[in-house]
């Protein structure tokens, strides 16, 4: 039953993961805004300590993050966009308005870019600051507890369904 529910959260990613990249290609954009909705889900069910919001319902386009918990302070930045450049505006923006414990950037694909170097001269010990994507995910779904992990797979069959 277990490789059940992992092969259809697979599944899913690889999906979303495509449907994302064909969506940029033809420079519509609103399947960023989508993402950002069902990634807060995500993140809710698998952090059930936490309560993640998508900062940009709060306040438009909200600047350098798009998800926010204030319990355990902790932001994300969910993108598409993997490129470095990406990332140092991100940093610059992020440190002069905000300040979460940590960030993270979650890029809407299965592999993220490996880097010759970090972030640690721009960040300058003001946060934490880690870099996601859809296989990190997979991991900490399949990493939590049983009863998170239930509702992960649930949340990913629900998912499925309504997007096929």
């Known amino acids: 039953m277990a490789r059940l529910h992992i092969d259809n959260i697979i599944s899913a990613f690889a999906f979303l ?28 069910v698998i952090y059930s300590d936490r309560t993640f919001v998508n900062l940009n319902s709060e306040e438009g386009n909200f600047t350098a993050i798009d998800l926010g918990d204030n319990k355990k302070d902790i932001a994300f930045q969910v993108t598409s966009t993997t490129n470095k450049k990406k990332v140092l505006d991100t940093i610059t923006k992020y440190k002069d308005e905000y300040n979460y414990k940590k960030v993270f950037m979650l890029y809407a694909t299965n592999k993220k870019p490996k880097r010759k170097s970090n972030f640690d ?44």
């Open 17 to 44: 993961e495509n449907k994302i990249q064909l969506y940029s290609h033809l420079n519509l954009q609103d399947i960023n805004i989508h993402l950002e909705n069902i990634l807060r889900d995500l993140l809710n």
């Open 121 to 164: 001269a721009e960040i300058n010990v003001k946060f934490d600051f880690e870099e996601w994507d859809f296989k990190t995910l997979i991991e900490k779904i399949n990493d939590c507890g049983s009863n998170n992990k239930s509702s992960g797979y649930g949340f990913w069959s629900n998912y499925c369904l309504r997007s096929t």
